[in-house]
């Protein structure tokens, strides 16, 4: 079971373009969190999906962010016009379920950073 | 809107020590708790997941605690070691579809 498996692992983007973060949820997990960590900042929840639906996507930026989880392949989590404040890690999770004893499992995350 | 604080924000002890991890929460109603630890630049390895209806988890020389009336819990890490430095992350979930994370305590195991 090879885990939940981000990519890429760093990404460098100039402001303006498009930075597009991938990630595959352990095999069997329906369930998938994007979480951002800023610089001496904690985790912070952005959304949450299965497959082909966004169940809650209250931690999200208005503008410029998006995420999917489509029927085949990894949820997407894209950054439109990249700003210097973007920089960060951000981390994917997938869990099997939602009940209490169902706790998460972590990528080792992409580091984004805009020059 | 749950808030997690992690006490103290470092820590370092030596080798072999026992040591305790802090962390406090302002929601009691939570639906569970997880430790996880952070190694600088990678992402996080969960420890233990303490569900709201029990007290205490344990995994070898780890054992967590979990108070819910007091808003409380605790990260005890026996006879620790060098490669037991990292930091530390608490993360409580309530009803809802997030965990909120504290900010850590950074953990060093002096040789």
């Known amino acids: 079971n090879a885990g939940v498996m981000q990519n890429p692992r760093h990404l460098v983007r100039r402001r303006g373009q498009e930075a597009r973060l991938r990630c595959s949820p352990m095999?069997?997990?329906?369930?998938v969190y994007w979480y951002r960590q800023l610089p001496e900042e904690g985790l912070k929840f952005m959304v949450y999906?299965?497959?082909?639906?966004?169940?809650?996507e209250s931690g999200m930026p208005k503008e410029r962010f998006s995420a999917e989880f489509p029927k085949e392949g990894p949820s997407i989590l894209r950054i439109q016009q990249v700003v210097r404040g973007d920089s960060a890690a951000y981390f994917c999770a997938s869990s099997f379920g939602q009940g209490p004893g169902y706790g998460y499992t972590f990528g080792s995350g992409t580091r984004l950073t805009v020059v | 809107k749950q808030e997690v604080t992690q006490i103290p924000a470092a820590l370092s002890v030596p080798e072999g020590e026992n040591l305790v991890l802090n962390c406090s929460f302002t929601d009691s109603a939570i639906y569970n708790l997880q430790w996880f630890r952070q190694d600088p630049g990678k992402g996080l390895t969960s420890l233990l997941l303490?569900?709201?209806?029990?007290r205490e988890q344990t995994s070898g020389r780890l054992n967590a605690s979990l108070d819910k009336s007091s808003g409380r819990s605790t990260l005890y890490i026996a006879a620790s070691q060098p490669g037991d430095s990292a930091t530390y992350l608490c993360?409580?979930?309530?009803?809802?579809?997030?965990?909120?994370f504290g900010t850590g305590t950074s953990l060093t195991v002096i040789p």
């Open positions: 999906l299965q497959k082909e639906n966004i169940i809650d």
């Open positions: 303490i569900q709201s209806s029990q």
């Open positions: 095999k069997g997990h329906s369930h």
């Open positions: 993360a409580v979930r309530n009803t809802g579809n997030q965990f909120y």
